[in-house]
T-cell receptor
Framework: KNEVEQSPQNLTAQEGEFITINCSYS?????LHWLQQHPGGGIVSLFM???GKKKHGRLIATINIQEKHSSLHITASHPRDSAVYIC????????????FGTGTRLKELA | EPEVTQTPSHQVTQMGQEVILRCVPI?????FYWYRQILGQKVEFLVS????????KSEIFDDQFSVERPDGSNFTLKIRSTKLEDSAMYFC??????????FGSGTRLTVV
């Protein structure tokens, strides 16, 4: 069983849509990262969360520690948002290694 | 904004050859990591490095792999005798606290 599950695996959206990507995890965590991976392969950190909500531009990330769930929202999506979005969690087990989800591939249609 | 720099961006090597992947972490960071992503799969932890020694390693990180911080700025991953299954994207990351990471843009290793 995967410790970090993301849904959906694939997503196609029209420009301007409101997008939600979900991440559920089964372990206690001290932090959760949302990452963006472009077709070239490079990874960019979008948010690090341990509680509550963060917003940056059109991106909003929320986390519910009790529910072991986080969401990434993109408001007014744009073709340049096309990428793979990855959730990664840092367990509270005394380790500093992140456990990654399999990612959600977002394809934006102009 | 400070970056983690990885070189080369793409390396092709013959099976059995040694490769060294290089990373320059952010200068005041203390924790260093290597992860890899086989094409179509999720990112996997390889090794973490703190205070000039390995602090944690995964089952993947066997005797074929080694890491070094040779000069206080670079952080390298060496694969001694590459196998076809070592073909992957390798990511370096660094952190001040061990919590928030900055990732490099990756090195795509192709073993032929």
């Amino acid at each position: 069983k995967n410790e970090v599950e993301q849904s959906p695996q694939n997503l196609t959206a029209q420009e301007g849509e409101f997008i939600t990507i979900n991440c559920s995890y089964s372990v206690g965590i001290s932090a959760l990262h949302w990452l963006q991976q472009h077709p070239g392969g490079g990874i960019v950190s979008l948010f690090m969360l341990s509680s509550g909500k963060k917003k940056h531009g059109r991106l909003i990330a929320t986390i519910n520690i009790q529910e072991k769930h986080s969401s990434l929202h993109i408001t007014a999506s744009h073709p340049r948002d096309s990428a793979v979005y990855i959730c990664a969690v840092l367990p509270t087990s005394g380790t500093y290694k992140y456990i990654f989800g399999t990612g959600t591939r977002l394809k934006e249609l102009a | 904004e400070p970056e983690v720099t990885q070189t080369p961006s793409h390396q092709v090597t013959q099976m059995g050859q040694e490769v060294i992947l290089r990373c320059v972490p952010i200068s005041n960071h203390l924790y260093f990591y290597w992860y890899r992503q086989i094409l179509g799969q999720k990112v996997e932890f390889l090794v973490s490095f703190y205070n000039n020694e390995i602090s944690e390693k995964s089952e993947i990180f066997d005797d074929q792999f080694s890491v070094e911080r040779p000069d206080g700025s670079n952080f390298t991953l060496k694969i001694r005798s590459t196998k076809l299954e070592d073909s992957a994207m390798y990511f370096c990351a660094s952190s001040t606290t061990g919590y928030g990471y900055t990732f490099g843009s990756g090195t795509r290793l192709t073993v032929v």
